[in-house]
């Protein structure tokens, strides 16, 4: 693999990691402080005013545009497990999963064409 593919994959691990820490940080302290701490809760918490509303029905279009994006994209390049990163995308969150994609996606391809490496 390339340098400009490993750094490409650190700084798709590193977005990964802080995305980690900065939603279960929030989703922990709701579980922790919320009487109405489950799932529904949480979902109308997304819609508490119209500003919540607004960033959770973004997120949801993403989302959705990003599955399906990595669901076409794992079938071209061979990338395997797909339903794994679909599924945790809702388990844990997008913005964690859709970088470790992109991770195991520069891989794939640079697995797929070694002499092409200078041109990545």
């Known amino acids: 693999m390339s340098g400009s593919r490993k750094a490409l994959c650190a700084l798709y691990a590193a977005i990964a990691a802080g995305a980690l820490v900065a939603t ?3 989703n ?3 579980f922790a402080e919320s009487p109405d701490a489950g799932v529904a809760g949480f ?3 997304g819609y ?3 500003a919540a509303a607004s960033l959770t029905n973004d997120l949801l279009f993403l989302l959705g545009a990003a599955i399906v994006w990595m669901v ?3 079938r071209r ?4 497990f797909v339903w794994l990163y679909v599924a945790l995308s809702f388990l844990v969150a997008i913005s964690v999963t859709f970088p470790l994609f992109l991770i195991a996606r520069e891989r ?4 797929a064409a070694p002499g ?3 041109s990545a």
């Open 24 to 26: 279960w940080s929030q």
């Open 28 to 30: 922990l302290a709701f």
């Open 72 to 74: 076409v994209e794992a």
């Open 108 to 111: 794939k391809l640079a697995a």
């Open 43 to 45: 979902l109308r918490g």
């Open 48 to 50: 508490a005013n119209p």
């Open 77 to 80: 390049v061979g990338v395997r």
């Open 116 to 118: 092409m490496e200078g």
